[in-house]
């Protein structure tokens, strides 16, 4: 996945993805409830690329589930930041 070989890549794709989802209706919770669905098949099945990533990594790795959704939330309030700028 070479998208995930790059941070800014990455959260570019990602604030994208989270504008399209707002602009065809979907909740901030569904929004969310992607957002760990999405986190947890990362943390399972691929392995981090980047430092940032390690970082997310291994905070998913031992959070518990509202922690996730915590981290989750963070995630989307950073890569619609990244829109905005």
């Known amino acids: 996945m070479a998208l995930l070989e790059n941070w800014e ?27 760990v ?8 099945n691929v392995d981090p ?12 790795a031992v959070a518990d589930g509202e922690e996730k959704h915590a981290l989750a939330n963070c995630i989307i309030k950073l890569v619609q930041s990244h829109r905005v700028q």
Do not use: P
């Open 9 to 35: 890549k990455w959260t570019s794709f990602l604030g994208e993805q989270v504008t399209e989802a707002k602009e065809h209706g979907m909740s901030k919770k569904m929004i969310e409830k992607s957002a």
């Open 37 to 44: 669905q999405i986190g947890d098949y990362l943390a399972k």
């Open 49 to 60: 690329k980047n430092e940032q990533e390690r970082v997310l990594a291994d905070l998913w």
